[in-house]
């Protein structure tokens, strides 16, 4: 085999898969109490399963991401999955090694059911009527997947932001099923000022009078309102030091002051375009679903009463916590807490808070700390399951 | 591997659960495990020590010693080892007292203070000594304590810790490379390591 260069090296082509359940009686019962089939998940898996099925590493997506988590779909396919500098052939998330599988949350709009999806009942797309789901709830999915491909146990579950908080919730959910957990820049419940970011995103969306209660598949959708969430939501992944560096007060395409309410910064250029090139490929009403799951979430309300330490005491994996010095929608105090919860319970884990200043964003752009961080991790758990120890 | 290092690597029964504090790269950690199949944790305040320790594999956590050792539960390790840091942390029978707490024995390694190198210096020169073991100036050292071999069993007795094991080692120009001290070890050893055992009563 010749030397791969990691930075371009790819899975090469990949492609988009269905998943369906719940139309034989098995459908699923929601945090909130109502049932839902059928149940299409979008997914995605590159790699080779090995043949005791010891190999598989779920990737959980982040707020607004889908199933595409490395390589292309077709050969002139000019971008490559979300996570394609962390996972392929040679790199941390090593496709020789580990069979990747990445699916779509309960509640997007890339694939799986969502509020665009259509309701069996009405056979036009769900809106509002679309039942609150959890982030239990998508784990809760992943594990229907997980089944299906006919895989007992997960060598690792990964994901950052809301990816982590599905990592989190596997690791005390089905603790059977998971060797290792590597939550990223992420929180077991979100604080008071995450949840008011989400909120004025949703209001955004929600006084958009085409956003029409959430009915508007076929009016026409509420673009601009969705836009301003995305801005807002754009804000949370940065960083004051960032912001400076990227903009500063620079001028966008002019030399002074325009002196009417054009995009007169480069910042503000940049939200515009940041928040209409989302429009193009995201649901507003998947937007709300799924701010919504992340508020809802408070691990050690579902899992331990109150108490986060109890919450760990059903984890056996180990763990990989990571946080980033400039993340302040999920600062380092919070991944803290749920070391030190873990550490209560005697569990092995490892901590690093990585000094980056790009602020919660840090997580998906490259970093040569992480992909270390993340390959010897790996490395150390595949090969305690090829020298038979216990995760323990 | 460092000299020091070596003496307690040899201290440590295999198969035990090890607690590594101030680890670094985590090379006496990588040691026990390969050698002695110990389950190992670390503690390090440095972001590329823990990066360059986790990489290897091992279980690292980022912070400081004071505040992690707090969280872990009664006796979860069999060892807990401070390689010369002891000199550096602030409140040292607090810290020997949580090591204890959280471990059956516990390790302490610390450059002697009162190696005759350091005594002469004082003594001819009248300035504050600068060695190998001790390479800084006054005003940028690390290390807030001088601990002489001598003063740290005084202080072993008065905590009601009992000294298991004790060596006295002199390394050399190599610090992989070094001799046990029997014969007046305050005055020549420039390290000193001690094995400590759970509190008496009083």
Redesign the interface.
């Known amino acids: 085999m010749t030397a791969r260069d990691d930075s371009t090296a790819s899975v090469g082509q990949v492609r988009k898969q269905d998943f369906t359940f719940g139309e034989d009686g098995d459908e699923l019962t929601l945090d909130c109490g109502r049932t839902l089939a059928p149940v299409t998940l979008a997914f995605e898996t590159c790699g080779t399963l090995n043949a005791d099925r010891s190999n598989a590493i779920l990737v959980c997506h982040a707020l607004t991401g889908d199933s595409h988590v490395a390589g292309y779909y077709s050969p002139d396919d000019p971008k490559p999955g979300w996570w394609d500098r962390v996972v392929g052939p040679g790199k941390p998330i090593d496709t020789d090694k580990y069979f990747i599988i990445c699916s779509n949350v309960i509640g997007g709009c890339m694939g799986s059911t969502g509020p665009q999806s259509n309701d069996p009942l009405t056979a036009k797309p769900y809106g509002t009527a679309f039942p609150v789901v959890t982030i239990a709830d998508m784990v809760r999915c992943q594990r229907r997947l997980i089944d299906h491909l006919g895989i007992d146990t997960l060598l690792a579950v990964v994901g950052g932001s809301v990816g982590g908080m599905q990592v989190l919730d596997w690791s005390v959910r089905y603790p059977n099923r998971v060797r290792a957990a590597i939550p990223l820049a992420t929180t077991t419940k979100h604080s008071a000022q995450a949840i008011a970011f989400n909120e004025v995103a949703r209001q955004a969306i929600m006084a958009d009078p085409k956003w029409n209660g959430g009915d508007y598949y076929e009016s026409g959708r509420p673009e601009h309102g969705l836009a301003v969430a995305r801005m807002v939501g754009h804000i949370t992944y940065l960083s004051d030091e960032s912001m400076r560096h990227k903009f500063d007060r620079r001028l966008q395409d002019r030399c002074e002051l325009s002196f009417d309410f054009e995009a007169d910064f480069q910042v503000e250029s940049y939200l515009r375009y940041q928040g209409n090139k989302f429009v193009e490929r995201f649901d507003a009403n998947s937007f709300l679903y799924l701010t919504k799951a992340a508020d809802y979430f408070n691990l050690e309300n579902r899992h331990g009463n109150g108490s986060l330490v109890a919450a760990f005491s059903r984890a056996s994996c180990r763990y990989l916590v990571v946080s980033f010095t400039s993340d302040w929608l999920y600062p380092t105090y919070q991944s803290r807490a749920m070391v030190k919860a873990m550490k209560k319970n005697g569990l092995d884990v490892s901590f690093c808070e990585i000094e980056a200043p790009w602020g919660h964003d840090a997580f998906l752009l490259p970093n040569e700390r992480l992909s270390t961080l993340l390959r010897g991790f790996l490395d150390r758990v595949s090969d305690d399951v090829a020298g038979g120890a216990h995760a323990l | 591997m460092r000299f020091d290092l070596q003496v307690i690597a040899s201290w440590i029964e295999p198969g035990s659960k090890v607690l590594d504090l101030g680890c670094r790269t985590g090379s006496l950690l990588t040691h026990l495990t390969e050698q002695k199949g110990i389950k190992g ?1 670390g503690i390090e305040i440095d ?1 590329d020590a ?3 320790a ?10 400081d010693v004071y505040e ?1 050792i707090e ?3 009664d006796g ?1 390790f069999d060892y807990v080892i401070l390689s010369q840091t002891l000199q550096q942390v602030a409140d040292p029978a607090m810290l020997i007292r949580e090591m204890l707490r959280v471990g059956r024995r516990c390790v302490v390694s610390f450059p002697n203070f009162t190696h005759y190198k350091n005594r002469l210096q004082v003594f001819f020169l009248g300035q504050a000594p600068v060695s190998r073991e001790l390479p800084y100036q006054w005003h940028n050292s690390p290390n807030i304590h001088v601990v002489p071999i001598k003063d740290f069993r005084r202080f072993c007795r008065e905590l009601n810790v009992p000294i298991v094991r004790e060596v006295a080692i002199s390394t050399d120009h190599l610090d992989t490379k070094g001799r046990i001290i029997t014969f007046l070890p305050n005055l020549l050893a420039t390290f000193g390591i001690f094995l400590l055992g759970q509190p008496e009563e009083e």
């Open positions: 944790t972001e823990v990066g360059e986790i990489a290897k594999g091992l279980t690292v956590i980022h912070g992690e969280d872990y539960p979860l």
